[in-house]
Nanobody, 120 residues
Framework: QVQLVESGGGLVQPGGSLRLSCAAS????????MGWYRQAPGKQRELVAG???????NYADSAKGRFTISRDNAKNTVYLQMNSLKHEDTAVYYC??????????????WGQGTQVTVSS
C-alpha cells in the first residue's frame, strides 16, 4: 500500500518562506508525476505545481516566480519551496502522486494535507 506523508506546513508571516516535503512510501517501482494542490476555505482544490519523473514542471500563474517544485526520484519525494508568501496562499496543501506503478498496477494517490497559514 502506498502512503504519501507531507511535512513542512505551518504559520508564516507575509513575505516569508516555507518548504513542503512529501514522501511516498510502499513498494513503488516508479511514479510518473508528483505535484502539489491546495484548497482554501470555500474554494475548490487547485493545482499549484507539478513535476514529471523527467523533471518537466508546470505552475499555476499564482505560483510562478515564487514557488519552486523539485523531486528526488530515488527517494520518491517531492518538495515545494514557497517564497514571498502572501495571505492568499493560506490553504491546506495536498501532495499528489500520479501514475504510481506498484505490484497492483497504476494508481493515483493523495496525501492527507498540511496546513499553510500566512498571517501577521
Amino acid at each position: 500500500q502506498v502512503q504519501l506523508v507531507e511535512s513542512g506546513g505551518g504559520l508564516v508571516q507575509p513575505g516569508g518562506s516555507l518548504r513542503l516535503s512529501c514522501a511516498a512510501s510502499g513498494t513503488i517501482f516508479s511514479i510518473y508525476a508528483m505535484g502539489w494542490y491546495r484548497q482554501a476555505p470555500g474554494k475548490q482544490r487547485e493545482l499549484v505545481a507539478g513535476i514529471t519523473r523527467g523533471g518537466s514542471t508546470n505552475y499555476a500563474d499564482s505560483a510562478k516566480g515564487r514557488f519552486t517544485i523539485s523531486r528526488d526520484n530515488a527517494k520518491n519525494t517531492v518538495y515545494l519551496q514557497m517564497n514571498s508568501l502572501k495571505h492568499e496562499d493560506t490553504a491546506v496543501y495536498y501532495c499528489n502522486a500520479d501514475g504510481v506503478y506498484t505490484t497492483v498496477g497504476l494508481h493515483d494517490y493523495w496525501g492527507q494535507g498540511t496546513q499553510v497559514t500566512v498571517s501577521s
